[in-house]
């Protein structure tokens, strides 16, 4: 069974940087796509970013575009989010999965098929 664990949250000011990483065990995490997810308080789960299994596409929800960077490196079983420029609304707990899917990107959580039990980021002057 794949496990994903996340890292990398905390509370910061508005504008600054974070970076989170999420550690994937098991063998096909480089078969498979990767996802961020959000989840604010009162409110539904969101998608964030997503990357295919080689990296060579990207997917991001609107609000995170031009300041989210979604990575990953399959030979250490790692995906990262670099989030620079952060603002209040974006502080929820952030959740990475693992896609069902073996090509391209989705928004779709449906369509991811482990996750990982979340990390905050609270951002707050």
């Known amino acids: 069974q794949v496990q994903l664990v996340e890292s990398g949250g905390g509370l910061v000011q508005p504008g600054d940087s974070l970076r989170l990483s999420c550690v994937a065990s098991g063998r096909t995490f480089s078969s498979r796509g990767m996802g961020w997810f959000r989840q604010a308080p009162g409110k539904e789960r969101e998608f964030v970013a997503a990357?295919?299994?080689?990296?060579?596409?990207?997917q991001y929800t609107d609000s995170v575009k031009g300041r989210f960077t979604i990575s990953r490196e399959n030979a250490k079983n790692m995906a990262y989010l670099q989030m620079n420029n952060l603002k209040p609304e974006d502080t929820a707990v952030y959740y990475c999965?693992?896609?069902?899917?073996?090509?391209?990107?989705?928004?779709?959580?449906?369509?991811?098929?482990?996750w990982g039990q979340g990390t905050q980021v609270t951002v707050s002057s």
């Open positions: 999965a693992r896609g069902g899917y073996s090509s391209g990107t989705t928004d779709v959580s449906g369509l991811y098929d482990a």
């Open positions: 990357i295919s299994w080689s990296g060579g596409r990207t």
